[in-house]
């Protein structure tokens, strides 16, 4: 499969729930990265990783808990979220943290509601 | 700081209407521009992109020019169509460090009505 794959797609939880979102790349792209896209504001960046190393997290509040156990993989756990939390979250690779020489490939996101 | 600032949206458009999207940039050196599209319910794609001055990047009937000049990088399409209809993000890439990264601007949304 091509591109960068985000599962799942929809996602509904609980204030106390634990889940996790998942995205996979295999185009051989050694930076990874996590996005939150709210209506009506600019895209966040929340966490980077490169190699497989963190490379930058934006004051992402502890209730977010990014993994990547590969430069395949990358997860982000939730638990106890908010209902402010509610977001397109956007995981996107590259090449190199420049995004040369294709740019950044984003997977399709994950619409997560916290009820 | 490098940062991204792009024409105000909405912007509503009649088909076959001329689309003029403003992106301008504030970056030291010599940065890469990219211009990402975001159909409704996807995530974003690349649409384009300059890496020098002078050049123009086009695809899909869309085109922008890296002008260093006026630090501009302006979207223009000369027919839009009803498929067109997305927010597109004006980006750029500006290495000063092995850990800069694409700066993204806030997106137009951009509506095609028949």
């Known amino acids: 499969e091509t591109g960068v794959t985000q599962t799942p797609r929809h996602l509904v939880m609980g204030m106390t729930n634990k889940k996790s979102l998942k995205c996979e790349q295999h185009?051989?792209?050694?930076?990874m990265y996590w996005y939150k896209q709210s209506a009506k504001k600019p895209l966040e960046l929340m966490f980077v990783?490169?190699?497989?190393?963190?490379?930058e997290n934006n004051s992402v509040p502890s209730r977010f808990s990014p993994e990547c156990p590969n430069s395949s993989h990358l997860f982000l756990h939730l638990h106890t979220l908010q209902p402010e939390d509610s977001a397109l979250y956007l995981c996107?690779?590259?090449?190199?943290?420049?995004?040369?020489?294709?740019?950044?490939?984003f997977g399709s996101g994950t619409r997560l509601t916290v009820v | 700081g490098n940062s991204v600032t792009q024409m105000e949206g909405p912007v509503t458009l009649s088909e076959e209407a001329f689309l003029t999207i403003n992106c301008t940039y504030t970056a030291t050196g010599y940065p890469s521009l990219f211009w990402y599209v975001q159909y409704p319910g996807e995530g974003l794609q690349l649409l384009l992109k300059?890496?020098?001055?002078?050049d123009k990047g086009s695809n899909k009937g869309f085109e922008a020019t890296y002008r260093k000049e006026t630090t501009s990088f302006h979207l223009e399409k000369g027919s839009v169509q009803v498929s067109d209809s997305a927010v597109y993000f004006c980006?750029?890439?500006?290495?000063?460090?092995?850990?800069?990264?694409?700066?993204f601007g806030p997106g137009t949304s951009l509506s095609v009505i028949p």
């Open positions: 300059a890496t020098k001055a002078d």
């Open positions: 185009l051989g792209h050694n930076a």
């Open positions: 990783y490169n190699f497989k190393e963190q490379t």
């Open positions: 980006a750029l890439s500006a290495l000063k460090t092995s850990y800069d990264k694409v700066i």
């Open positions: 996107a690779s590259s090449q190199d943290l420049a995004g040369q020489p294709y740019g950044y490939t």
